[in-house]
C-alpha cells in the first residue's frame, strides 16, 4: 500500500469512533452512521478490539457485582439428576 | 497438588459413570458456583443463569459416555456452560429491541484519553489509534473474571458519579432496557446513553490499566 492522503475507515476516524460506541451497541445509531462504523470495523482491528473491550468491561461487572452466595439450586439440579438416571 | 485435584476429580468421574448421586453432588458444590458466573456474564437474570447451569449438568450427563478425558473434568464442564450460555446470551441480545433514538452529545469527557490518539492534521491517519488497546482476546476467561478483576470493576463502578452508577448498574448488572432505564431515572434517552457511555468508558479504562500492571 502506498500513501495517498489519509485514511479514514468509514470516513469516521478512530477518535470519533470511540464515542459512538454505546450508541452503536443499544442499535441507536441512524442506519448510515451505522452502516459508517461497520464498514470501519471490519477494516480496523484495534477499534473492533474496544469495542470488544467495552462488551467484556459489562460482562465482568455483572459477574462484579453479583456478590451474593453464587450457589446454583441445589434441590433443582438434584431432581435433574434423578430424572435424568430414571430415564 | 493438580494431580490430587485431577485424581479426586478422576474418581469422582467414575463415580458419576456408575450413577452415583453423591458424586454427581460433590461435583455441583465443586464446580457450580464457577458455572454460575460464567452463566451470569452471559445472560441476563440470576433465573436464566440457574436455567444455563441445569442444562449443561444435563449436557454433561448426556455427555459422560463421549468424554475421553483430553481435556480435565473442570475444562469440559466449563466448556459446556460457556458454550449454553453463550447461545443463550445471543439468543437474548438479538431479542433486545432497538430504540429509535437520536445521537447524542458529550463531547467533554472522551471516552479515551485524547494522547492515545494521532492529530486531527495527521497526514496518514488523522485521529487514528496512536496508542491501540492490547487484546484481551488471548487472555483465559479465569484471569478475565479473577477476583482481582471483579474488584477492580467493583472500584471502578463505586467511584463513578452516582447517576453514572446508577445507569450502569440498572443496564449493564441487571440487564435493563434503555427505555425502562430512562423511565426509572427520568432521564432523557440521549442523557441516559450520555451516563452509560461515560461510565462504560471508564470502567474499561480501569480494567485495561490494570490488565497491563498484570501483563507487565
Known amino acids: 500500500m502506498t500513501a495517498q492522503g489519509p485514511i479514514i475507515p468509514g470516513g469516521i476516524s478512530c477518535r470519533e469512533l470511540v464515542e459512538l460506541v454505546t450508541a452503536y451497541l443499544d442499535g441507536a445509531l441512524d442506519s448510515e452512521t451505522s452502516g459508517r462504523m461497520q464498514a470501519h470495523l471490519q477494516l480496523c482491528p484495534p477499534c473492533t478490539e474496544y469495542v470488544d473491550q467495552i462488551r467484556a468491561s459489562a460482562r465482568i461487572a455483572v459477574v462484579a457485582t453479583a456478590e451474593l452466595e453464587l450457589r446454583p439450586d441445589r434441590d433443582a439440579l438434584l431432581s435433574a439428576f434423578r430424572e435424568f438416571k430414571a430415564r | 497438588m493438580d494431580d490430587v485435584i485431577v485424581d479426586a476429580d478422576a474418581e469422582l468421574l467414575a463415580r458419576l459413570r456408575a450413577g452415583d448421586e453423591e458424586a454427581f453432588m460433590t461435583l455441583v458444590d465443586k464446580y457450580g458456583p464457577l458455572m454460575l458466573r460464567i452463566a451470569l456474564t452471559h445472560v441476563r437474570t440470576r433465573a436464566v443463569a440457574e436455567e444455563v447451569v441445569q442444562e449443561a449438568w444435563l449436557g454433561v450427563l448426556q455427555g459422560l459416555d463421549r468424554f475421553e478425558g483430553r481435556s480435565s473434568l473442570k475444562t469440559w464442564i466449563l466448556r459446556i456452560v460457556a458454550n449454553r450460555a453463550r447461545t443463550r446470551g445471543e439468543r437474548e441480545a438479538r ?32 485521529g487514528g489509534w496512536s496508542i491501540p488497546p492490547h487484546s484481551w482476546a488471548r487472555m483465559p476467561e479465569e484471569k478475565l473474571l479473577a477476583a482481582e478483576s471483579l474488584q477492580q470493576v467493583r472500584a471502578a463502578i463505586a467511584k463513578l458519579p452516582p447517576r453514572q452508577q446508577e445507569v450502569i448498574v440498572l443496564r449493564d448488572v441487571e440487564g435493563w432496557d434503555p427505555e425502562e432505564v430512562s423511565q426509572a431515572l427520568e432521564l432523557s434517552p440521549g442523557n441516559q446513553r450520555v451516563l452509560l457511555h461515560r461510565a462504560r468508558s471508564k470502567v474499561r479504562a480501569d480494567l485495561e490499566h490494570y490488565f497491563e500492571g498484570v501483563e507487565a
Request: negative net charge.
Open chain 2, 95 to 126: 431479542s433486545v429491541p432497538l430504540s429509535s433514538l437520536g445521537p447524542d452529545a458529550g463531547e467533554d469527557e472522551p471516552a479515551v484519553d485524547p494522547d492515545r490518539f494521532m492529530p486531527a492534521d495527521h497526514p496518514m491517519y488523522p
